[in-house]
C-alpha cells in the first residue's frame, strides 16, 4: 500500500488528451464568465446606489403585490391551524394554550400592516 494512485492510471486518457480537455475547459469557462467592471473611475459605490435607484419601484411594487400577500396567506392558514389544534388540546386536556395562536396573530398583523410603514423605514 504505497499511498494514493496516479491520476493517469485511474483514468486512462493520454496526456495529450487530457491536457486538451483541460486547456478547452479553462478557455470555455473564461469565455462564458467576464469580469464584471464599476462604471468609468472604479467606484463601486455609485454603481450600487445608482442600480438600487433604477430598482427601487420595482423591488416595491413586487413586494407589495407579492411577497406581502404571501406571508399574509401563510400566516392566515398557520394561525387558523394553530388555533385548531389549540381547541383539539383544549378538549383532550381541558387546557387552552394561547401562546402560539397569540404569536401568529401578532406576526399576522405585522406583516398586513408593515407596507404602510416599511418603506419609509427603507427610505423609499
Same mark, same amino acid.
Given at each position: 500500500?504505497?499511498?494514493?494512485?496516479? $491520476?493517469?492510471?485511474?483514468y486512462?486518457?493520454?496526456?495529450?488528451?487530457?491536457t486538451?480537455?483541460? /486547456?478547452t475547459?479553462?478557455?470555455? =469557462?473564461?469565455?462564458?464568465?467576464?469580469a464584471?467592471?464599476?462604471?468609468? =473611475?472604479?467606484?463601486?459605490?455609485?454603481v450600487?446606489?445608482?442600480?438600487?435607484?433604477?430598482a427601487? =419601484?420595482q $423591488?416595491?411594487?413586487?413586494?407589495?403585490?407579492?411577497v406581502?400577500?404571501?406571508?399574509?396567506?401563510?400566516?392566515? $392558514?398557520?394561525?387558523?391551524?394553530?388555533?385548531? /389544534?389549540?381547541?383539539?388540546?383544549?378538549?383532550k386536556?381541558?387546557q387552552?394554550?394561547?401562546?402560539g395562536?397569540?404569536? /401568529?396573530?401578532?406576526?399576522l398583523?405585522?406583516? /398586513?400592516t408593515?407596507?404602510?410603514?416599511?418603506?419609509? $423605514?427603507?427610505?423609499?
Amino acid at each position: 500500500m504505497g499511498g494514493p494512485p496516479n $491520476i493517469m492510471e485511474v483514468y486512462p486518457l493520454k496526456k495529450k488528451k487530457l491536457t486538451k480537455l483541460l /486547456l478547452t475547459a479553462l478557455m470555455l =469557462s473564461a469565455l462564458c464568465c467576464p469580469a464584471a467592471f464599476a462604471a468609468g =473611475s472604479g467606484n463601486v459605490a455609485a454603481v450600487v446606489e445608482e442600480t438600487w435607484k433604477a430598482a427601487a =419601484s420595482q $423591488i416595491k411594487t413586487v413586494v407589495d403585490s407579492v411577497v406581502f400577500p404571501a406571508l399574509d396567506m401563510i400566516l392566515t $392558514i398557520a394561525f387558523f391551524g394553530k388555533i385548531a /389544534l389549540s381547541y383539539f388540546d383544549y378538549k383532550k386536556h381541558g387546557q387552552f394554550e394561547w401562546t402560539g395562536p397569540v404569536i /401568529l396573530f401578532a406576526c399576522l398583523v405585522f406583516t /398586513l400592516t408593515a407596507p404602510l410603514y416599511i418603506w419609509k $423605514i427603507v427610505g423609499l
